[in-house]
């Protein structure tokens, strides 16, 4: 499901609306057991993911690697479509509904998937607070 930018590119959000960071690709960093119960857990609990069986479930922890973020950046963009799935491995993102921050996430908490599966418009920007990692796919 994640998909490379052109030539592996970050793009940085800036004040005028410019387009959501790309996830940039460097060597494939796969779920170690720790962060695999630790998200496996978290896609239990998570609204959108919940209803997903455990062998559905495996296949999701199965394509997940990896990506960092810098403090700034916005990985999300409210309106746009996302072919991303993420759950906050470390840090802290700042999550807006036009333009005012409603909410942040953390360590074990998710976002993108309800715009995945359902192929609608992102709900809601998410921008780092800090420099962070996330699991993806």
Known sequence: LAEEG????E?????????????SRRPRIVL???ARDMTRASLKEDRVMAFLTDDQVDAVLDT???????????IAQQGEASEQFYMVASG???????????????KGMAFG??????????TATVSAQTDCTCWGS
């Open 32 to 34: 170690d057991k720790e």
């Open 64 to 74: 997940m690697e990896l990506f960092t973020f810098k403090a700034g950046e916005c």
């Open 113 to 122: 998937g309800l715009a995945l599966f359902y192929q609608c418009p992102l």
């Open 6 to 9: 052109a030539g592996g590119q």
């Open 92 to 106: 802290r993102l700042a999550v807006s509904v036009n333009g005012r921050v409603t909410n942040t996430l953390s």
């Open 11 to 23: 793009v940085v959000k800036r004040d005028d609306g410019a387009k959501p960071s790309k996830p």
